[in-house]
Structure formats: C-alpha cells, structure tokens
C-alpha cells in the first residue's frame, strides 16, 4: 500500500476547485471511441474514507477484458484532501486514485469509476477529471441518477434511456440485468457513450454493477479496515 501526502497547492476553497474544474473540462475528449470492449486491460477504481480518523484508501484492480479474470492490483492511504462538497468530489478522491494507479505493474487500460463523468452539474465527474489527468480512456457507472432525470428503460438487460440534464444527454440509464434498476453511465475522456454502454455490459455478467467496480469496492474496503487497525 502506498502512502499518500495531500499534494502541494492542493485547492483549499470550493472557489479555487471549481476554477480548476473550469480549466480542466476544456480538455476533456469527446471524439473518440475507445478501445474495444472485451479487449486487453480494464481497471476499477474505488475509494473508501474513515472520516473520524481522516484516512482515505484508494484501491485500483486490473482485469483482463475477455476473462475478467485480476490482472493486478494496488492501493494507497492518506489522509482526506477536501471537505465534502456536491460536485466537488474527485478532489477528495483524485490524489489517492492517482496514487493506486501508479502503484500497478501494468498499464490499466480503461479506467472504470464508480461515479461520473460528464452527467455532472459542471459536466467534470470523478472520471473526466481522473481522464484528463492520467490520459487514460475513462468511464463513469454510477448507482444512482444523481440530479438527473430520465425514463425507466424497458426490462430486458441491455436497454437504455437518455439520462438528462433539461434536453441535454449527459448519459445513459443502462439496465444490466433483467427487470433489474438500472446504472447510470456516463463518458469521462476519450470514450464516447455507446462504447461505455457496450464496456459496461462487458463487465455485468452476472450482477448489476460492474465486476471492476465490486472487486475494487471489495479491495478498499479491506484495505482501509487494515489501515486503521
């Protein structure tokens, strides 16, 4: 596990996040498809706090796409790097995640988080800003709407709704499993929202979430119970 110290300059106000927010999201590639689902790496990552104590654990797991068999895996604990503010999330979460990933022994592909990219009140989630960051093709599958509407897909797992903001598509409501609630899938860089959807199908085989979201949950969980022992 590698330990994190909250980077130099870090956005101490929501003022200062958003302004960062606001030069990032010009970045942010929407033109490109991706890579193909069921091909080479796909990484989740998930982050868990322990705000009592203030630690933050990231953990990132690679699996191999065809298979979803782990590849490789790490994580990293620090200490909380932002109050808790809506729409500002990734900068409590982006040091940790950045140091996980850098901690694995292999290029992870596409990165999976477990939130969102651009259905954002900002259009700047978790996954656009971590894509930006890193480079790396990005997706977001969230549990839940956030403030975004949309309409109940039809039953059969693999069907969509537009996920709105007003008339703005900024995702999809994807059903992953018969007559199951749906996830909420959105673009973060250099993916456009049919691969995402096809990416995240790829990954629910047997569950409603994807298995990179469950196994990185499941890893920092475990490493954040070991950290604060």
């Known amino acids: 596990m590698t330990t994190v110290r909250i980077p130099a300059g870090w956005p101490a106000t929501e003022e200062q996040a958003r302004a960062i927010q606001d030069e990032l999201r010009e970045r942010v590639v929407l033109d490109e498809p991706g890579p193909p689902p069921g091909t080479g790496h796909v990484t989740g990552v998930d982050v868990a706090y322990d705000d009592e104590r203030d630690v933050v654990v990231a953990a990132a797991v690679v699996l191999d796409a065809a298979s979803l068999a782990v590849v490789a895996e790490a994580t990293a604990v620090g200490r909380i790097s932002f109050p808790y503010v809506p729409g500002l999330l990734a900068f409590r979460e982006i040091p940790m995640v950045l140091a996980a990933l850098d901690g694995l022994p292999c290029p992870p592909g596409l990165v ?5 990219g651009r259905a954002h009140p900002r259009r700047f989630g978790l996954a656009s800003h971590l894509g930006v960051l890193t480079g790396l093709p990005t997706i977001g599958v969230a549990k839940n709407p956030f403030t975004f509407t949309y309409d109940d897909p039809d039953a059969p797992r ?16 994807l059903r992953t499993r018969d ?14 929202l049919d691969n995402a959807c096809a990416h995240t199908l790829a990954l629910t085989p047997e569950y409603r979430l994807p298995e990179t979201t469950r196994r990185a949950d499941a890893l920092c969980r475990r490493a954040l119970r070991e950290a604060t022992l």
């Open 112 to 116: 999976v988080c477990d939130g969102y």
């Open 158 to 173: 693999g069907s969509t709704s537009p996920l709105l903001a007003d008339t703005e598509e900024v995702g999809r409501a």
């Open 179 to 192: 007559a199951v609630k749906p996830v909420f899938v959105s673009v973060g860089h250099r993916v456009d």
